[in-house]
């Protein structure tokens, strides 16, 4: 399956100019054949902790943009939008990644970043999620997630790859690299981790979008602070073969 991992800049809570930025992005996308497009953490409106202001129901525009695209141009499309669940009193940071059918699959990010004020403003999810996207099954998390291991350990003997959508600050770029190249090391998977670039509120982002093999080979790497896409191609079968080859999984206790 061949990916796209999108690193944008995003307009500051402002969903509309962001749709209009990044429709041309996943149609070219589509265009150059991938099934699975991936944008960042709160593609939408950048980590605001307005939430009176970005918070959307979950079939707001966010998410139905999310939808449109993925139903116009045939493949899988996903980024995090600050949605209020039904019954719920605070949005979740929640992952939605959208199918070319239509259907909609929620990721509410377990971990909000208490080091920003997440955890005042979203509330926390509890469900793991995997789905099988063209044959690859896909495990969705959310940026600060990145730094417990357990959620990705527990998944790894069903999970092919892991997709980490994040607004992840550029201070803290050496983290990231080492964490998405850890987290498909340990678990012999692979790692579509998608960061924006820009200034968003009062912190840079540097991006370092990347995707990772299950041998933590380096298949694409965005190491500069640039609006562009990379593409990968994803094999379960790799995965299969790695973890024959080096059966580390069965060791765990």
Same mark, same amino acid.
């Given at each position: 399956?061949?990916? $796209? $991992?999108?690193?944008?800049?995003?307009?500051?809570?402002?969903?509309?100019? +962001?749709?209009?930025?990044?429709?041309?992005?996943?149609?070219?996308?589509?265009?150059?054949?991938?099934?699975?497009?991936?944008?960042?953490?709160?593609?939408? &409106?950048?980590?605001?902790? %307005?939430?009176?202001?970005?918070?959307?129901?979950?079939?707001?525009?966010?998410? !139905? *943009?999310?939808?449109?695209? $993925?139903? &116009?141009?045939?493949?899988?499309?996903?980024?995090?939008?600050?949605?209020?669940?039904?019954?719920?009193?605070?949005?979740?940071?929640?992952?939605?990644?959208?199918?070319?059918?239509? $259907?909609?699959?929620?990721?509410?990010?377990?971990?909000?970043?208490?080091?920003?004020?997440? +955890?005042?403003?979203?509330?926390?999810?509890?469900?793991?999620?995997?789905?099988?996207?063209?044959?690859?099954?896909?495990?969705? *998390?959310?940026?600060?997630?990145?730094? *417990?291991? %357990?959620?990705?350990?527990?998944?790894?003997?069903?999970?092919?790859?892991?997709?980490?959508?994040?607004?992840?600050?550029?201070? !803290? /770029?050496?983290?990231?690299?080492?964490?998405?190249?850890? /987290?498909?090391?340990? +678990?012999?998977?692979?790692?579509?981790?998608?960061?924006?670039?820009? !200034?968003?509120?009062?912190?840079?982002?540097?991006?370092?979008?990347?995707?990772?093999?299950?041998?933590?080979?380096?298949?694409?790497?965005? %190491?500069?602070?640039?609006?562009?896409?990379?593409?990968?191609?994803?094999?379960?079968?790799?995965?299969?073969?790695? !973890? &024959?080859?080096?059966?580390?999984?069965?060791? /765990?206790?």
């Amino acid at each position: 399956m061949k990916v $796209a $991992a999108i690193q944008h800049d995003i307009v500051w809570e402002d969903p509309a100019a +962001n749709f209009a930025r990044l429709a041309p992005r996943i149609e070219a996308a589509a265009a150059a054949g991938a099934r699975l497009a991936v944008l960042s953490e709160m593609y939408s &409106t950048g980590f605001s902790m %307005d939430t009176a202001r970005v918070a959307e129901a979950v079939d707001g525009p966010s998410t !139905r *943009f999310l939808v449109d695209q $993925a139903t &116009t141009h045939d493949l899988w499309v996903c980024g995090s939008v600050p949605v209020v669940h039904p019954g719920d009193d605070r949005p979740a940071n929640t992952l939605v990644l959208a199918a070319p059918d239509g $259907a909609v699959h929620r990721y509410r990010k377990i971990h909000p970043f208490t080091y920003g004020g997440e +955890n005042e403003k979203y509330a926390a999810g509890h469900d793991l999620v995997t789905v099988v996207v063209d044959g690859v099954r896909c495990s969705l *998390f959310v940026c600060y997630d990145l730094r *417990f291991a %357990d959620e990705f350990w527990g998944l790894a003997h069903a999970t092919d790859c892991y997709v980490i959508v994040a607004n992840w600050p550029a201070p !803290r /770029r050496e983290h990231w690299r080492t964490l998405i190249r850890a /987290r498909a090391i340990e +678990n012999q998977a692979y790692v579509l981790a998608v960061n924006r670039v820009g !200034r968003g509120g009062k912190l840079e982002y540097a991006g370092d979008s990347a995707v990772i093999d299950p041998f933590g080979e380096d298949l694409a790497v965005l %190491d500069e602070p640039i609006e562009a896409t990379v593409y990968a191609d994803l094999d379960p079968e790799h995965v299969a073969a790695i !973890r &024959t080859k080096y059966p580390f999984l069965p060791d /765990r206790r």
